[in-house]
């Protein structure tokens, strides 16, 4: 890969934005980065089409950052067109990472969140409205829309990925990092996550006071208890994913007083995120019987969005199984 001025796409699928403004949370880095590369594709900042991409010619940008998870065949065809044009594919956030929060639409399918969304829910108020079509005819003639998809998928169930820049979004440092090593051609093996090798405790000021063997006799929502800033979290009752969690956003969010909610994802060797996190809190709740774990465990207000807020898609099952379906 010529190194001179590598051309550099970003792109977003489904996604907030934040992942794009955490490459303006650059601050005046962000002035180095456009020095050292040419910009040839950013849609939220510049104004290239996707046609503009199409005449490129195929492996002539050196690195694609994508963001946002895999819900509509336009991310699809837009993430396989990057794929093809470009030497390498970064999967950037947790949302293109491990799935994000749009994979937690995995508990339904389209059918469901479009009877929610225009008939049944509190605020719709013309319940029998138009719901997405694919193709509408109109004088003009006929217009397309992207397809929904029924499962969210992450990047690389749709496209070979190179690295992943954990995080939602990516903190500033480890996108800095990234962008160092590609210019200076010096990036690890591929299919690495490009932050932390160990689990975020270990960067956490508030490690000290973790004891050796946690056990917790009761689970409280953030809500309920004010934290002592300068006590383990998870050691105060409230879950902190720390423990199995991938370190390397310096534990930002500890510093602002929100346990860690996993962002990151998991570590190497972990094959399913939710269910590690899952695990660890139960060996750490300490009961005496069934009934008195079941308690505690009913205080968990949203298990799936708390073991697998971040991970749904890249997840063991993946999805909610509909009834009837294969
Ligand atoms: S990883 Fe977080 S910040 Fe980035 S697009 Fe997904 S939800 Fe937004
Ligand atoms: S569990 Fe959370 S608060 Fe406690 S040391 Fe680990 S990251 Fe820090």
Redesign the pocket.
């Known amino acids: 890969m010529s190194l001179a001025k590598p051309k550099v796409a970003f792109y977003?699928c489904?996604?907030?934005?934040?992942?794009?403004?955490?490459v303006l949370d650059l601050a005046e880095k962000v002035l180095d980065v456009v020095a050292a590369v040419d910009i040839v594709f950013w849609p939220v900042a510049l104004d290239f089409k996707r046609s503009d991409v199409e005449a490129m010619p195929d492996k002539s940008i050196a690195v694609s950052f994508i963001?946002?998870?895999i819900r509509t065949s336009e991310q699809d065809e837009m993430a396989k067109l990057l794929r093809r044009k470009s030497q390498m594919v970064i999967a950037?956030?947790?949302?293109?990472?491990q799935g994000?929060?749009?994979g937690l639409a995995n508990l339904w399918n389209r059918q469901a969140i479009f009877d929610w969304y225009y008939r049944k829910g509190p605020s719709v108020a013309t319940k029998d409205g138009p719901i997405p079509l694919t193709k509408i005819k109109v004088p003009e003639g006929e217009l397309e829309l992207p397809e929904i998809w029924d499962t969210v998928k992450c990047l690389d169930q749709v496209v070979d990925v190179e690295y992943y820049l954990p995080?939602?979004?990516?903190t500033p440092k480890i996108l800095a990092n990234a962008v160092q090593a590609i210019l200076a051609g010096k990036l690890p093996a591929k299919g690495t996550v490009l932050a932390g090798t160990k689990a975020l405790c270990g960067e956490c000021k508030l490690n000290s006071t973790k004891p050796e063997k946690l056990l917790i006799k009761d689970i409280k929502r953030i809500t309920e208890v004010v934290l002592d800033p300068e006590k383990c979290y998870l050691a105060q009752g409230v879950i902190c994913m720390g423990p199995v969690t991938r370190g390397g956003c310096e534990a930002l969010c500890i510093e602002g007083r929100m346990p860690c909610s996993g962002?990151f994802g998991s570590l190497d060797k972990t094959l399913d995120y939710g269910a590690k996190a899952l695990s660890y809190v139960a060996s750490i709740v300490d009961v005496m019987d069934q009934e008195e774990a079941r308690k505690i465990m009913e205080k968990v207000a949203d298990p799936t969005g708390i073991f697998y807020r971040?991970s749904m898609p890249a997840s063991k099952l993946g999805r909610k199984r509909q009834k009837g379906a294969s």
Not at 14 to 22: L, R, T, V
Not at 167 to 170: Q, R, V
């Open positions: 977003w489904a996604s907030c934005g934040g992942c794009e403004e955490a963001n946002g998870a950037f956030g947790a949302c293109a990472h994000g929060i749009p995080g939602c979004p990516p962002c971040y």
